[in-house]
């Protein structure tokens, strides 16, 4: 997986936005080198918590450089899968980090993520930098 995608969560993107962290500069690395990645509910996430308007009409322009992962309907069926399978064990995890976990398993690439709900879903490989 060394030179293949990262798709990279919205709190890894939060991050790179504020700038001057660790997480930051591997974003930054990342997109130097062609290897970051995105979906529509990090899309959405990012939208939605736009400072303004001028920073909502910014992102997707900012970000349409990036490779796009899109869901389709297996990918929908595989995220429901999952939740099923986590939620008999117990476990709950917000939708949106299912479906970009489910993302990331379909096209076998790693996560860059903060979130440490993404170490629940079987088998995702988190990207460390």
């Given at each position: 997986?060394?030179?293949?995608?990262v798709l990279?969560?919205?709190?890894?993107?939060?991050?790179?936005?504020?700038?001057?962290?660790?997480?930051?500069?591997?974003?930054?690395?990342?997109?130097?080198?062609?290897?970051?990645?995105?979906?529509?509910?990090?899309?959405?996430?990012?939208?939605?918590?736009?400072?303004?308007?001028?920073?909502?009409?910014?992102?997707?322009?900012?970000?349409?450089?990036?490779?796009?992962?899109?869901?389709?309907?297996?990918?929908?069926?595989?995220?429901?899968?999952?939740?099923?399978?986590?939620?008999?064990?117990?476990?709950?995890?917000?939708?949106?980090?299912?479906?970009?976990?489910?993302?990331?398993?379909?096209?076998s690439i790693q996560v860059?993520?903060?979130?440490?709900?993404?170490?629940?879903?079987?088998?995702?490989?988190?990207?460390?930098?």
């Amino acid at each position: 997986m060394e030179n293949s995608d990262v798709l990279i969560d919205t709190s890894a993107w939060v991050e790179y936005f504020k700038g001057h962290s660790k997480t930051a500069d591997t974003v930054t690395s990342l997109i130097e080198t062609r290897r970051a990645s995105i979906c529509g509910i990090i899309y959405y996430e990012l939208l939605q918590g736009a400072r303004d308007d001028k920073e909502a009409r910014y992102l997707p322009n900012a970000l349409s450089a990036l490779r796009y992962f899109e869901m389709t309907a297996d990918t929908w069926v595989h995220a429901g899968l999952i939740a099923a399978g986590l939620r008999s064990r117990g476990i709950t995890l917000p939708m949106s980090d299912i479906l970009v976990g489910t993302v990331a398993l379909k096209h076998s690439i790693q996560v860059l993520t903060l979130d440490k709900h993404f170490n629940s879903i079987p088998g995702l490989a988190r990207y460390q930098g």
